[in-house]
């Protein structure tokens, strides 16, 4: 169980153009869900909060009108990467937190961005 | 034999070793942490955590230990295993918040 999926696990793209990544529980509920970024050989940064029905909780220094989130269900959250530029080029992961329970998150198999 | 020090960027260990990795956690609030080992292309995997009313936990080849004095976390493995070889990150939960990820250690494991 907890199983987190995410689509597409890879997409290449032309600079100035947007991708959407989808992130779903696939058997269970999620309360919030969160989305980081990876750049190579570095750590997980989280980029956003995003729980059902409101709006996504940014971090500083990342850009809201650049990164849409939208939660519309308890199932599925979605992160489009707007007018996409190279250096957007990253892995994106998603995890989501079990709904009733603070502590456990369930991590999506991670996108693989390149835009060039 | 086993490593230990402060956090590095790379363990490199025999096979059938033990394995000790640290971590310095950051916020003193904290009252979940955990350690997630994440291969190259793949999501982070979870491998055992611990709450902050105790300082050591069991699981099958793993130990986490807790020092909250000075928010020190480490990760044993006993027996290390060419697949056991990936990039381990701790993380701390602040609570209700998201998690917040260490830099991670690269383990790698030699026949």
């Known amino acids: 169980g907890a199983v987190v999926s995410q689509h597409p696990s890879w997409v290449i793209c032309k600079s100035g153009t947007s991708v959407k990544i989808e992130c779903r529980s696939l058997?269970?509920?999620?309360?919030?869900m969160f989305w980081y970024r990876q750049f190579p050989k570095q750590s997980l940064m989280l980029m956003a909060t995003?729980?059902?029905?409101?709006?996504?909780?940014?971090e500083q220094g990342v850009e809201k009108d650049k990164f849409l989130i939208n939660h519309a269900s308890l199932t599925l959250s979605t992160l489009t990467v707007t007018s996409a530029h190279p250096e957007d080029s990253s892995f994106y992961i998603c995890?989501?937190?079990?709904?009733?329970?603070?502590?456990?998150?369930?991590f999506g198999p991670g996108t693989r961005l390149t835009v060039t | 034999g086993e490593n230990v020090g402060l956090h590095l960027p790379t363990l490199s260990v025999q096979e059938g070793d033990n394995s000790i990795i640290n971590c310095a956690y950051s916020?003193?609030?904290?009252?979940?942490f955990i350690w997630y080992k994440q291969e190259s292309g793949k999501g982070p995997q979870f491998i055992i955590d611990?709450?902050?009313?105790?300082d050591k936990r069991q699981g099958q080849r793993v130990t986490v230990l807790l020092n909250k004095t000075v928010k020190h976390l480490s990760l044993q493995i006993a027996a290390t295993q060419p697949g056991d070889s990936a990039v381990y990150f701790c993380?701390?939960?602040?609570?209700?918040?998201?998690?917040?990820f260490g830099k991670g250690t690269t383990l790698s494991v030699s026949s």
């Open positions: 995890s989501a937190r079990v709904w009733g329970v603070m502590n456990e998150q369930y």
């Open positions: 058997d269970f509920q999620a309360t919030t």
């Open positions: 995003s729980n059902e029905g409101s709006k996504a909780t940014y």
């Open positions: 916020n003193s609030a904290s009252d979940y």
């Open positions: 611990i709450r902050s009313n105790m």
């Open positions: 993380a701390e939960n602040p609570a209700g918040t998201a998690l917040i």
